[in-house]
């Protein structure tokens, strides 16, 4: 079984930059392509970023084009999400989640995934 935990959280003024870690154990990582999503109070949670499993395929939402950067270091077990002028709508918990799969294109969705981490609190305010 796959183990997921995220860091890097924190707050931050608008404008400012984080970097999260999605650090994986139990399994290698290499057999998973990882998602990064986010939840906000009352809202649904939604899918930020994907990666597949060798690195070479990516998507993000529209409203992170440009802005975030998903990559990942399958010898060190880690996926990361760069993540630069933030602004107040970025706030929420952010999650990473891993689908065992081979599929040669990012693939992930909030109901599809089999492993989840508990998250790691992103804020961005003044």
């Known amino acids: 079984q796959l183990q997921l935990v995220e860091s890097g959280g924190g707050s931050v003024q608008p404008g400012g930059s984080l970097r999260l870690s999605c650090s994986a154990s139990?399994?290698?990582?290499?057999?998973?392509?990882i998602g990064w999503f986010r939840q906000a109070p009352g809202k649904e949670r939604e899918e930020v970023s994907c990666?597949?499993?060798?690195?070479?395929?990516?998507k993000y939402k529209d409203r992170v084009k440009g802005r975030f950067t998903i990559y990942r270091d399958n010898n060190r077990h880690v996926v990361y999400l760069e993540m630069n002028g933030l602004n107040a709508d970025d706030t929420g918990l952010y999650y990473c989640?891993?689908?065992?799969?081979?599929?040669?294109?990012?693939?992930?969705?909030?109901?599809?995934?089999?492993?989840w981490g508990k998250g790691t609190q992103v804020t961005v305010s003044s």
């Open positions: 139990g399994e290698r990582l290499s057999f998973y392509h």
């Open positions: 989640a891993a689908k065992n799969t081979f599929i040669t294109r990012a693939t992930c969705s909030p109901n599809g995934m089999d492993y």
């Open positions: 990666v597949d499993n060798s690195g070479r395929s990516t």
